[in-house]
C-alpha cells in the first residue's frame, strides 16, 4: 500500500474550506487529535475535544470558525468539520486489488449475464438468471442465488448469501456474512407441529444502502421485503420477511425488527432493540439503545424502555420492588384516602 | 420462473376444502387481500380483515365458514385458513435449479459417503467420514465436517458451517450462515486466565428441524447438544453447549439460550431473549420478547420482563424512580404504620 | 476416529494428582458424573454435585481433597478439579485431519507468504500481502483479506472472513461465521442522508484470543479496534470500531459493544448485554447478563439492569405502574408531608 499524500490546498478544494496556514503542507493521512503526528489532519467536530487542539501534534486539523481561536496551526475552516472528514476520509483509504473480470475458480451460471467491467472473486458463485451490473464487485466465496439483480457499483464483500429473487439497486456496499433473502419464519401452527409456509416474496434494496456484518434480511412470505434508499445497517441485525424501512434510516447493531413492521424514513433506532411485528414506526423516530418497542410510533421522538444500570445488590432490591409495584400503588391510593378523610373529619 | 397454474378445485382437493363459486377458476398465485389481483388466491386467517373482504381483488379466497357471509366470490372454505394457506403456499414456490450430483468445484473427500440422489453444490466441501443421504442437497460454499451424518431430504443452504460430528435428521432446513458444532463456551479460569476446555461432545439434531440465518449452535463439553424433532429456529439464534431443546418448540430471531438449559416441547419463545445456563423450562411455556429468564419455569403459562416503552423523557423519570424503589416502598410502610397508628389512637 | 485411551497414572501426571485406587486404570474418555460409564473419567467441581458421586458408574473421578471422604473408587486428588477437567480435556479431543499444504482449489495470492507448515484448506483465499504464519491452519472457504498476518498456531474455522489490515496473535482460535474487519458504522448526517465515513483502521488481535461463531469485530475508524491478550469472546458478539477490550477479558454470547468503548482487563461480560459507545469499563468489572450500560463504570464491583421475570398478568400490571413511578413518589411525598405536619399538629 504505497501512501497516497495530499497538499491542505487540494483538500480545502473538495470539501470548500478556507485555509489558515500553508496551502502546500502535505497531508499524509488523517488522524485523531489525540494520536495525530506532524505530517497528519485531524478534525474537530464536538467542542468538548477543544482541550486537544492544544495540544495535539496534528500538522492540520479541520475546525468550525467557532474553534478556529483555540488553534494557531495549519487549518481548514469548514461549517461541518465532521461531515468534512467524512467526505475526506475516503482520499485515504487504501486500495483494494479487487482483481478484474471473473475468477477461475468462480462459478457463474451461463444463463447470468455479468457486466464485462463486474468483478467475481475466488469461489464465488452466480446463480442462473442473475443480473450483476457494472462495477458492480462480488468477492470471494460469497454464492448469488437464482434470479438476482444486483445494480451497477454494489460491492457485495466476501462470504455474502443471497438466496433467489433479492434485488439490490446502485452503489451498495453488503458485508460479510450478511445473509438476505433466507426464508422468513413463517409456520401455521397444526396439532402442536409447525406446518411451515413457503416464502414467496423476494427482497427489495434500493440504491445507496449499506448492510452489516452478518445482518439477515428475510424474503418476503408473499410480498417483498422493502429496504428503501439510503438507509445503513449496521451489523447483525435481524431483519424479518415483509418489514419496510423507509429512506435513509439507520440501525445500529443487534436489533431486531419483526415480521411486517414498518419503520419510516430518516428513524435512528439504537443498537440490540427489539421491535415487535406488524407495527408502524412514524418517520423521524429516535429509538434508544435496548429498547423494546411493542406498540406502533405515531409520533415523532425519542423513546425508551428498560431500567438504568445499578450496583447489582441494588439492583436486586429494586428488582423485588418492581414485583410489588402494583401493590405498591394501592396501597399508596389507600393511604391517599385515608388520609385525605383524616384531614377532612 | 414459468408460472404455474392451477384450478381451484385441485387447489380444493389439496386442503379438502369445500368450493364457492367456479372449481375450474386458475389461481396464478397467492397473495394478501390487499395486494391481490384477480387471478390470485388469497386467505384470511384473522376476523379482523373482514374489512378487507369487501375491497379485495382476489380472485378468490380461502376462509372459513363464520367469515362466509361476507365474501361472494370464488372461495375455499376451511376450518383453518391459516394452515391450509400453509399448505397450498409450495405450489407456489419458485423450483430453484439445485443441479444434480457433485458438483466440479466441490471438495468430497474419499471416505465420505454421499448418496447418488444427493447435491453438492459449487465450492462445498464434505470431509472425511461424513455421510450424505439421499435426496439431500448441500448449496454452494457449504463446509460439512468429518464425521458428520445428514439425514435423506435434508436441505443445507448455501454457506453453512458444520463442525464435526454433527448429525442432523430427516428433512431439515438449515440456511445461510449458520454455525452448527462450534466450540461450546467453556474455560476455566487459572489466575486470571483462561483455560480452554476441549469440547468433546457433538450435536444432534432430529427431523423436521428448520434453522435460522446465521444461528449459533455450539457442539457439547462431553454430551452432546440437542435439537428434538419439529423444532424451528429464527435467525441469529445463539444455541450453547449442551442446550436441550424439546420437540415441536419455536425460538424466534437473536434469542439467546445458555449452557446445558433444557427447554421443554412445544415452547414458544419470542425474539431477543436472554435465557441463562443451567434452566429447566417447562414444556408448553410461552416467553414474550426481550425476557431475560434466571430461573427454572416450572409451570407452563406465558412470562415476561422488562418495562414497556415509554418517551424518552417520562421514562427517564421513572428510571430515576426505580433506583429508589426500595426507599419509596419503605417510606411507604412507614407511613402505614404512622397513620394506621394515627388512626388508631 | 480411534479411541485414544490413557491409564490412570499418566494423566495424574499431567495434572500433579495424587492417585487413589489402580494406577494402571485405563481411561477411555471423559464424562459428567451422571453420564459417565466404567471406563470413563468424570470429575466434581461443584459440592452440590457430591450426590451423584454414590451413583456415578465413572471409573474413576477428578475430585479435591474435600469431595475424597465420599468416593471410595479410583480417583485423582487436585485443588482445582475444573481446572485438571479442563487441561486433560484436550488428550481426549478428536483429532481432525485438516491436510497438509495449500490445497488445490485454495487461492493464495502470490504476494502472500505462507509458511510451509500452515495448512490452506478447499475453497480459501489469501489475498495479496499476506503473511500466514508457522502451523497456522485456515479451513475450507475462509478468506483473508490483504496485508493480514496471522501469527503461529492460530486456527481460523471454516467460513471465516477477515478483511484487510487485520493482525492476529499466536494460538488463537477463530470460530466459523466470524467477520473481522468490517467497516465501523461510521456516518455523518448530510441534511438527512448518511455520507459514510472510510474505515482507516485495521484490527489487532492479540495472543491466544478465541472468538466465537457468527461475532463481528469491525475495523477503526482511524485507529485500530484492540482486542488484548488472552480474550475470549463467545459467539454473536457485536464488537464496533474502535474498541479496546483488554487482556483475560471474556464476553458471553450476543452482548455488543458500541464504538470506541474501553473494557479493562479481566472483566466477565455475561451475555446479551449492550454497551454504548465512548465508555470505559474498569478492570475486573461483571455485568449479568442483559444489562444496559449507558455510563462509564469506575469502581469494579457487579452491576445489572432490567428486571425479573414475572408471569405475564403480573408483570402488565408492574409495567403500567413503572410508567407512573415519578408520580407514586411524588405522590408518596405529599402524602409522607401531609402526615408528619398533621402528627406536628
Not at 439510503?230 to 418489514?243: E, R
Amino acid at each position: 500500500m504505497p501512501e497516497t499524500k495530499y497538499q491542505l490546498a487540494e483538500l480545502a478544494q473538495e470539501i470548500a474550506a478556507q485555509i489558515q496556514g500553508d496551502p502546500d503542507f502535505w497531508v499524509s493521512s488523517l488522524a485523531t487529535l489525540q494520536s495525530a503526528s506532524a505530517t497528519e489532519l485531524s478534525f474537530i467536530a464536538n467542542s468538548q475535544y477543544q482541550k486537544y487542539l492544544k495540544t495535539t501534534s496534528a500538522g492540520a486539523v479541520i475546525l468550525s470558525p467557532a474553534d478556529l481561536e483555540f488553534f494557531s496551526g495549519n487549518a481548514l475552516i469548514v461549517d461541518d468539520p465532521y461531515l468534512a472528514y467524512a467526505k475526506l476520509s475516503h482520499k485515504f483509504a487504501a486500495t483494494q486489488s479487487v482483481g478484474v473480470g471473473v475468477s477461475n475458480s468462480a462459478t457463474v451460471d451461463p444463463t447470468a449475464r455479468v457486466s464485462s467491467s463486474a468483478v467475481i472473486g475466488p469461489g464465488a458463485v452466480v446463480a442462473a438468471g442473475s443480473h450483476i451490473g457494472d462495477n458492480v464487485v462480488v468477492e470471494a466465496n460469497t454464492v448469488v442465488g437464482e434470479d438476482c439483480v444486483i445494480g451497477q457499483g454494489t460491492h457485495l464483500c466476501a462470504n455474502v448469501t443471497l438466496y433467489s429473487d433479492v434485488k439490490i439497486g446502485e452503489n451498495c456496499l453488503i458485508h460479510s456474512g450478511a445473509v438476505i433473502g433466507a426464508d422468513g419464519f413463517g409456520f401455521a401452527n397444526h396439532q402442536g407441529q409447525w406446518e411451515k409456509i413457503a416464502q414467496l416474496g423476494g427482497v427489495r434494496i434500493g440504491n445507496r444502502v449499506e448492510i452489516g456484518a452478518c445482518t439477515t434480511i428475510d424474503r418476503g412470505a408473499l410480498d417483498h421485503t422493502l429496504i428503501g434508499d439510503g438507509v445503513i445497517l449496521d451489523n447483525q441485525i435481524q431483519v424479518a420477511h415483509n418489514v419496510q424501512i423507509g429512506e435513509n434510516s439507520a440501525i445500529a447493531g443487534c436489533t431486531a425488527v419483526a415480521g411486517s413492521t414498518k419503520i419510516g424514513d430518516r428513524c435512528t433506532i439504537a443498537g440490540a432493540c427489539g421491535i415487535t411485528g406488524h407495527l408502524e414506526i412514524a418517520s423521524g423516530t429516535h429509538i434508544t439503545a435496548m429498547t423494546l418497542v411493542t406498540k406502533s410510533i405515531t409520533k415523532p421522538g425519542a423513546y425508551s424502555s428498560g431500567t438504568g444500570m445499578l450496583d447489582n445488590k441494588q439492583w436486586k432490591k429494586s428488582v423485588v420492588r418492581f414485583r410489588q409495584l402494583d401493590d405498591i400503588a394501592r396501597r399508596l391510593k389507600t393511604l391517599e384516602d385515608m388520609v385525605i378523610e383524616n384531614k377532612g373529619s
